[in-house]
Every structure is written in C-alpha cells, then in structure tokens.
C-alpha cells in the first residue's frame, strides 16, 4: 500500500475542515462514488464532505491538498491490477475496538457513496457484496482485544477489500479487459 493513505496521518485532516465525515467515513463515500461514477471529479467528492472550504485559510487549503491526494491515489488504487486497494480505516497498532469502529464508519461511507447514483446492475454477486457490506456497517465496534477476535476482524477487512474491488470491477469493467474486434481479425 502506497504510504499516502496512513489513516493515522489523515484523521485530523477533516478536522480542520466543515464536514462531519470521519476520515474512513469519507474514504467510503468516495470509493462507493467512484465505483458508481466513472468520470467522478475531485469537486464531486468534495462537494458530498464538505459543508464549504476557504481556500484562504492555509490550514483548510492545506487539509485540502490532502484530500486531493487521498482522492488521486484512491483512485489509483481502485484501478491497480495487482489490487493494490485498502480501506481507509485504523491500522492494526490500534485498540481492536477503533479498528472495527472506523471499519463500520467506512462500510456506511461507502453504502452512502454508491446511493449517490443509480446502481445498474443484475450482478447477482455484486448485489449480494453489497448487503453484506451493508450488515458489516450495523455490526457491534465493542471487541475485546484477542487473537481471535483480530483474526476474525482481519477476515472481514480483507472480505470488504476485495469485495468492493469485485462490485467496482462489476459497475465498471475495466479497460484492460477489452478486446478491439480488429485485434480478433
């Protein structure tokens, strides 16, 4: 993972800004806009966290530059084929209980970032992924902190990863898949 994206680094950046988004909050948000939202801009992002930015202010144009980092390489890393993508959430030197915390608040994120447009999709898959993330974000943040229970934790963050890199895939085939009919020939 690219070392941009520490969540440590990044939650107060929205701190400083009009937003009642968490960090992961907002990183969900964004990769369920850009999975739904092909030509998704840094403004129509911002525009979904944000209440208003000063840009004259140092520290909000500051906190700003970050989120434009934070929106480039999210995007990069949604459209990485070595699948290259995390959630934004607390990394395992965290209590247990933030981590799973700030994993629900980016599931609820992201359900809220694919609501901004109409899902088309028949996908059977794709729409089961997309319930189960939605009950990943009703579950309980209270997790004593032990080996199975960070186990279990670490299986459902993979689980979320790859999964909205599978609904993303599904909303969006990628380029690099298509086949030019004159290359058939």
Same mark, same amino acid.
């Given at each position: 993972?690219?070392?941009?994206?520490?969540?440590?680094?990044?939650?107060?950046?929205?701190?400083?800004?009009?937003?009642?988004?968490?960090?992961?909050?907002?990183?969900?948000?964004?990769? $369920?806009?850009?999975?739904?939202?092909?030509?998704?801009?840094?403004?129509?992002?911002?525009?979904?966290?944000?209440?208003?930015?000063?840009?004259?202010?140092?520290?909000?144009? =500051?906190?700003?530059?970050?989120?434009?980092?934070?929106?480039?390489?999210?995007?990069?890393?949604?459209?990485?084929?070595?699948?290259?993508?995390?959630?934004?959430?607390?990394?395992?030197?965290?209590?247990?209980?933030?981590?799973?915390?700030?994993?629900?608040?980016?599931?609820?994120?992201?359900?809220?970032?694919? $609501?901004?447009?109409?899902?088309?999709?028949?996908?059977?898959?794709?729409?089961?992924?997309?319930?189960?993330?939605?009950?990943?974000?009703?579950?309980?943040?209270? =997790?004593?902190?032990?080996?199975?229970?960070?186990?279990? =934790?670490?299986?459902?963050?993979?689980?979320?990863?790859? $999964?909205?890199?599978?609904?993303?895939?599904?909303?969006?085939?990628?380029?690099?898949?298509?086949?030019?009919?004159?290359?058939?020939?």
């Amino acid at each position: 993972m690219n070392s941009i994206l520490i969540y440590d680094n990044l939650k107060s950046t929205l701190h400083a800004l009009n937003t009642d988004d968490t960090v992961s909050s907002a990183h969900g948000i964004l990769c $369920g806009f850009a999975c739904v939202k092909p030509d998704l801009g840094l403004d129509d992002w911002l525009n979904e966290i944000l209440v208003s930015i000063d840009l004259n202010n140092l520290s909000e144009k =500051l906190a700003h530059e970050e989120l434009a980092l934070i929106f480039n390489e999210t995007l990069s890393q949604l459209n990485d084929e070595t699948l290259d993508f995390q959630p934004l959430i607390a990394d395992e030197e965290s209590r247990l209980g933030e981590q799973a915390n700030t994993l629900i608040e980016w599931c609820q994120g992201y359900l809220v970032g694919l $609501g901004l447009q109409k899902i088309s999709t028949t996908d059977e898959e794709a729409l089961e992924l997309i319930k189960d993330i939605s009950e990943i974000s009703q579950l309980d943040a209270d =997790l004593i902190d032990n080996e199975q229970n960070a186990q279990d =934790l670490n299986e459902i963050i993979e689980f979320v990863r790859m $999964g909205v890199l599978l609904i993303q895939e599904t909303l969006q085939p990628s380029k690099q898949d298509y086949i030019s009919p004159e290359t058939l020939h």
